[in-house]
C-alpha cells in the first residue's frame, strides 16, 4: 500500500515569509495527488489535486500554489504567506484503481 | 457539486453506549461515500466505504454505516462506544471530476467518551 512522507511536521513562519511544504509518495505509480488544508472547526478544504505531473488543478483561490516536478512528488508554496493561512496542511494520494485516500500525517503551519 | 453535511460538531456518549454520527450528502451522480477517523495531530484513517454495492458498510473498530439514498444519508453507527474511539470523524464523498477523482469532506464530528 501507499506510504505518504510529509514534511516538516510543524512550521513557525512570519507573515510574508515564502513557504515550501514537501509531500513524497511510495508504494505506487501515477498517483492522484492532493493538497488538503484543515483549519480548526472547518474540516478539510481540497485545495490542490493533481493527476500527474506538471497539472495542477486548484479548488479555492487563494494565497498558495502546488507544483508537481515528478510523478510522487507534490509541493505546496506561497510567495508570502498570510495570517490566514495558518492551518494543518495534509497531503494526500489515491493510487491505482481504489476510490480510498492514504494521507500523510500532516505540517501545521503557524503563520505570525 | 457534492457536498457533505455533518449534523453536530461534538457529540458526547458514556463509554457502551451507542454511537451514532450523521452525514448527509449531495451528489449528482450515485457517490461513493466514506468515513475517515482522525486521531489528535495525525492524518486520515478510513473506516469504512460505500462504493454502490450493499447498503450496510462494516468497516473497522467495530464501525458500521447505512447508505440511504432515499434520505441521502451516509450515518455512522456503533452499538457500543469504547474510550479509544475518541476522535474525529470525517464523512466524505467523492466522484470523477474533469480533473480525475476528488473526495469533499465535511466539517467534522469530534467524539467525546465518557467513562
Known amino acids: 500500500s501507499q506510504t505518504i512522507h510529509q514534511w516538516p511536521a510543524t512550521l513557525v513562519q512570519p507573515v510574508g515569509s515564502p513557504l515550501s511544504l514537501e509531500c513524497t509518495v511510495e508504494?505506487?505509480?501515477?498517483?492522484?495527488l492532493y493538497w488538503y488544508r484543515q483549519a480548526a472547526g472547518r474540516g478539510l478544504q481540497l485545495l490542490f489535486y493533481?493527476?500527474?505531473?506538471?497539472?495542477i488543478s486548484s479548488e479555492v483561490p487563494q494565497n498558495l500554489s502546488a507544483s508537481r516536478p515528478q510523478d510522487r512528488q507534490f509541493i505546496l508554496s506561497s510567495k508570502k504567506l498570510l495570517l490566514s493561512d495558518s492551518g494543518f496542511y495534509l497531503c494526500?494520494?489515491?493510487?491505482?484503481?481504489?476510490?480510498?485516500?492514504?494521507f500523510g500525517s500532516g505540517t501545521q503551519l503557524s503563520v505570525l | 457539486a457534492q457536498s457533505v453535511t455533518q449534523l453536530g460538531s461534538h457529540v458526547s456518549v458514556s463509554e457502551g453506549a451507542l454511537v451514532l454520527l450523521r452525514c448527509n450528502y449531495s451528489?449528482?451522480?450515485?457517490?461513493?461515500l466514506f468515513w475517515y477517523v482522525q486521531y489528535p495531530n495525525q492524518g486520515l484513517q478510513l473506516l469504512l466505504k460505500?462504493?454502490?454495492?450493499?447498503?450496510l458498510v462494516k468497516g473497522i473498530n467495530g464501525f458500521e454505516a447505512e447508505f440511504k439514498k432515499s434520505e441521502t444519508s451516509f450515518h455512522l453507527t456503533k452499538p457500543s462506544a469504547h474510550m479509544s474511539d475518541a476522535a474525529e470523524y470525517f464523512c466524505?464523498?467523492?466522484?470523477?471530476?474533469?480533473?480525475?477523482?476528488?473526495?469533499?469532506f465535511g466539517a467534522g464530528t469530534r467524539l467525546f467518551v465518557k467513562a
Open positions: 493533481s493527476v500527474g505531473i506538471g497539472q
Open positions: 451528489s449528482s451522480v450515485p457517490p461513493y
Open positions: 508504494g505506487t505509480s501515477n498517483p492522484n
Open positions: 494526500a494520494c489515491r493510487g491505482g484503481h481504489g476510490e480510498k485516500l492514504f
Open positions: 466524505a464523498v467523492s466522484d470523477v471530476g474533469t480533473g480525475g477523482f476528488k473526495t469533499i
Open positions: 460505500y462504493t454502490s454495492a450493499a447498503t
